[in-house]
């Protein structure tokens, strides 16, 4: 029996309150005969003997009962007698019991049914359950129905069907003149949350600012730290995509503190984020050395990303290269694919910073011997060379022939480039005055 199962068992009692009086021992007896009972067969007909002996008057035994028939129906994978029981059970919510209850019940139910492969059967279900809360007018549980149907359709890469319903829901949070409900500010971010996590897997990057921007925007709301724990995540992504790593170390950062204030453990995952920003951003900072990240040094998942802080800081290229080729660290950071994505741009750097202090003793040097000393094909070494003068990194030029790295100093290389300048001006001059002359 799964977890899920287990709690759904534990909260039985618990489910309806002494509200009314006492009901006749019939159904309650026959009710815990079938929670006695071992063979699915033997509840079902104690539980349905329940039903029977409460009558046209629905009460709390029967609606016990149903929700246990739903819960066997579904293990059993009998989804049409399990969905006539569910549309029975929600008949007690308008009289037999009391909104928390009902609320309490259904969302345990939903959690279990949710786990089903079976979309056909997923839909009826939400459309039985978002019917009745209208029916009944319970706003807040239709809301919170609504969103796991999104969430749902979002785990499963629906994005169509997630868009229309979070359209639908971020209507209601608005006032008639189109500006946010001060009263469903929460509400809103919920929301916006699940959209911005749609616009960081589709690479949306234009929707996931005007979102992330829209989300920092809410005021007046109790926000959740896990919600917000998700816009700051995302944000860092859509940082991280534009290429502002300071940004992104920021967000992650915030992301990360946010997480672990709700005890998440997607902290873990922010947090190597957090890392992999530092290190894109060329920073001499290492974060796990910050008060609040401290404490999670010594985390497996951590430990492998902070070694390959610290061999990329220090320029240690084979160091670099061996954490990411070791069987019990590979996994940490390759395993995923938003850190996997900017592996070579940190080997990039890595080996140009590496570089870049090889030449500064050196006026003349062999592209051989860098390709040595780097750990990098010829062919690379050259591509790299040719990108930092372009840049105005290092001044110089390269003798292919003879695979030569000539340097020069900035202002040597400046007064060289001024006279070419001025000697292409003086021939143009020339050129001119020629032409006007034959006209």
Known sequence: ?????????????????????????????????????????????????????????????????????????????????????????????????????????????LD????????????????????TLRDTKNDRLWFKTQLKLANLYYARKNYPSMSKITRELQQGCLRPDGTVDPNKGSQLLEILALEIQMYTDTKNNKKLKEIYERSLGVKNALIHPRIMGTIRECGGKMHMYERDFRGAATDFFEAFRSFDEAGSPRRILSLKYLILASMMSQSDINPMTAQETRAFKDDPQIVALTDLIEAYQASNIARFEGILNDPTKKESIMGDAFIRSYIEDLLKNIRVAKLKNLLRPYTTIRIPFISEQISTPVNEVESLLVALILDNQIYGRIDQINQILILEDKNQSNRKYQAMTRWANTVLGLRSNLASKIM
């Open 1 to 109: 029996m799964s977890d899920l199962e287990d709690d759904f068992d534990k909260e039985e009692e618990e489910d309806v309150e002494e509200e009314e009086e006492e009901e006749e021992a019939g159904p309650e007896d026959e009710y815990y005969k079938g929670k006695e009972a071992k063979a699915d067969k033997d509840k079902i007909k104690h539980f349905e003997e329940v039903i029977k002996l409460e009558g046209k008057k629905p009460a709390e035994w029967g609606f016990k009962a149903q929700k246990r028939l739903v819960k066997i129906y579904f293990k059993q994978n009998n989804f049409p007698k399990m969905m006539k029981h569910y549309r029975d059970l929600l008949t007690y919510v308008k009289s037999a019991v009391t909104r928390n209850v009902s609320e309490k019940v259904i969302n345990g139910i």
């Open 112 to 131: 279990l049914v949710s786990t089903s492969d079976s979309m056909e059967l997923l839909q009826d279900f939400y459309e039985a359950t978002l019917a």
